[in-house]
Every structure is written in C-alpha cells, then in structure tokens.
C-alpha cells in the first residue's frame, strides 16, 4: 500500500526535522540510560522501572518511524501571494452568517492541525468546505454540532 502525501508548511517541515533530530540523538540516548539504570536494580521480571523504560524506548523509535516516513513523503506546501481561491496553506477570514462575527483560520495539512491555534485540517468538514472556494462565496459547513453558513470575506497565503 503506497504511503499517503503529508503536506507540510515550511515551518512544520523544520520542525518534524528538529524532532527527528532530538529522538534520534538526545531522546534515544536518555533512554538507553534509563535502561542501564534500571537493569542494575536485579530481576527485571519484576522491575516496573526496566519495563517503562522499554515502554519509552518502543514509544521512541516508534515516533521515529513515524516521522521519518512523514518526512519521506512531505509536500511542502508554497504560499505564493495572495489569492482568489482558497488552497492548502491559505488563510481564511471568514464572517459568520447572519450574526456578522469574524474569524480566521489557516488550511494546513493534517500533520500540522492544531484547532486551538486556528489551523485546521484540509481534510476536516471545514477544510474540504472551503478548500476551492472564492472570495465573497457563501458556504455552508456541516458539523457534528449542525451546520453553519459563512461568508469568506479575506483569503490571505
């Protein structure tokens, strides 16, 4: 099965980079020292710090994997400019219909989502909701909480 694209902003790009860096060298190191540690306490049959420490271990060259094979497929996204469309990595001011109250958010992929920093997933209901759509457009977007209509007053890269 081949791997999906990870689309990634240039930021989020450097910092899976940084991440892969630090698990590899100083996490990975960290753990192995864990490990040492707790395999001089004796029977590790019943050593609970010898099994979190492999717990920790799986867990990090796990992420590694992960990383690596996001990295392995990244398609960094260009923001070139202002736009009439909105595309991966656009930000959107939108204005809610028929209350009038303005927000922004920015389509990344889903790699970088983070809905608390207002950067929500291209493929989420929102993102597919407006990925495409023009200044001035009318979309409505359904929810688990309903559907809501807004309005895209700003398209910004």
Not at 129 to 134: F, K, S, V
Request: net charge negative; no cysteine.
């Amino acid at each position: 099965m081949p791997e999906r694209e990870v689309f990634l902003t240039s930021d989020g790009l450097r910092k899976l980079e940084d991440e892969l860096g630090y698990l590899k060298t100083t996490k990975r190191k960290d753990v192995a020292a864990r490990i040492k540690q707790a395999k001089e306490f004796g029977d590790l049959s019943e050593n609970s710090e010898y099994e979190d420490a492999k717990n920790e271990q799986a867990f990090v060259e796990g992420r590694i994997l992960t990383v690596q094979a996001m990295l392995r497929n990244a398609r960094v996204i260009t923001q070139n400019g202002g736009s009439e469309k909105v595309n991966l990595g656009s930000r959107v001011r939108l204005q809610e219909v028929p209350n009038g109250d303005e927000f922004e958010y920015q389509i990344v992929g889903v790699a970088e989502a983070d809905p608390l920093k207002d950067r929500i997933s291209n493929e989420s209901p929102v993102g597919q909701a407006l990925l495409g759509r023009r200044l001035g457009d009318v979309v409505e977007i359904k929810v688990p909480a309903g559907a809501f209509s807004y309005k895209i007053v700003g398209i910004l890269q």
